[in-house]
């Protein structure tokens, strides 16, 4: 049973810095893709960046150079480090996850979701 849960959202100021945290369990292949979508009302999931087992990263345009995703794996943590934030960043942040190593964009394909975290610019 794969579990994920995030934590490290909050209120910041635009221009500041915030780091997400997401712990999963319960995998048990050795190729996945572990992603970070973020979500406003009344409009889709989107995915912010991702990285699968091999260590290769995406990133959406609006967030490169910006944000940066990492993965511990022996913690079993992923990560969302954000920086120079603005308040269209505002969102609920989800990570996820699917089983193989090419990552999805749409979030339909993802098997497994964390709870979500709120991070509020200012």
């Known amino acids: 049973h794969v579990q994920l849960v995030e934590s490290g959202g909050g209120t910041v100021q635009a221009g500041g810095s915030l780091r997400l945290s997401c712990v999963y369990s319960g995998y048990s292949y050795n190729t996945y893709c572990l992603a970070w979508f973020r979500q406003v009302p009344g409009k889709e999931r989107d995915r912010v960046t991702s990285?699968?087992?091999?260590?290769?990263?995406t990133y959406t345009e609006s967030v490169k150079g910006r944000f940066t995703i990492s993965e511990d794996k022996p913690k079993k943590t992923l990560y969302l480090q954000m920086g120079s934030l603005k308040p269209e960043d505002t969102a609920t942040y989800y990570c996820?996850?699917?089983?193989?190593?090419?990552?999805?964009?749409?979030?339909?394909?993802?098997?497994?979701w964390g709870q979500g975290t709120q991070v509020t610019v200012s």
């Open positions: 996820a996850a699917h089983w193989g190593a090419y990552c999805h964009t749409d979030h339909a394909s993802f098997q497994f």
């Open positions: 990285i699968n087992n091999r260590g290769e990263q």
